[in-house]
């Protein structure tokens, strides 16, 4: 429109940029995709664990594992773990039985496999364990404590903030 073919006393109109629902109908739908982007990329960085390939097998180890736990309770055992430098353990039982060679001590983090740690201790002597490898606990993490031949196990929830836990078996219940 040529300003000069108006009247003296009309305005020109405004160009398209000037006007506020112009800006509306652009931002609503940019938005939208900003946030669907944004959403995409927390969504593939924290992406989920995929599940077992052998859930079978793990699921049909369910039973086995607590008749283990059940051997633990039978047996009155208790293990004291410190994480403060090397991992040491002190294991105590109510029946007199012989302290297997080693312990197989599991963290697993509740949520995150990628921060799981695993050690083994050694028998020191009168039911002490020392390991050769330091591990640095998260705050809340699963303990699981098994010997070599896998004959008990003990498995808790601990909060390890202060790299102490005591880990026992839960009496029997009626």
């Known amino acids: 429109m040529n300003p000069a073919s108006l009247p003296r006393n009309e305005v020109p109109p405004a160009p398209w940029y000037r006007h ?24 593939l960085k924290n992406a989920d664990d995929t599940v077992a390939d052998n859930w079978y097998r793990e699921g049909r180890t369910i039973n086995r594992t607590m008749a283990d736990e059940q051997q633990a ?7 004291a773990l410190d994480f403060s430098s090397l991992p040491q353990a002190t294991l105590r039982s109510d029946i007199a039985l012989p302290w ?11 949520t995150v496999a990628a921060r799981d740690q695993q050690v083994t201790l050694h028998h020191q002597g009168q039911g002490e364990y020392l390991g050769q ?3 640095t606990p998260e705050a809340d993490m699963i303990v699981t404590v098994t010997p070599a031949d896998g004959f008990w196990r003990l498995q808790q929830r601990a909060r ?15």
């Open 100 to 110: 297997p060679q080693t312990l197989s001590v599991s963290l697993r983090h509740p």
């Open 20 to 43: 506020p629902l112009v800006w509306l109908v652009i931002l609503l739908p940019a938005s939208s995709v900003v946030a669907g982007l944004s959403t995409l990329a927390v969504a």
């Open 160 to 174: 390890l903030a202060d790299h102490r836990t005591l880990i026992h078996s839960a009496p029997e219940q009626p």
């Open 133 to 135: 490898q330091a591990l």
């Open 73 to 79: 309770r039978r047996l009155g055992l208790s293990v």
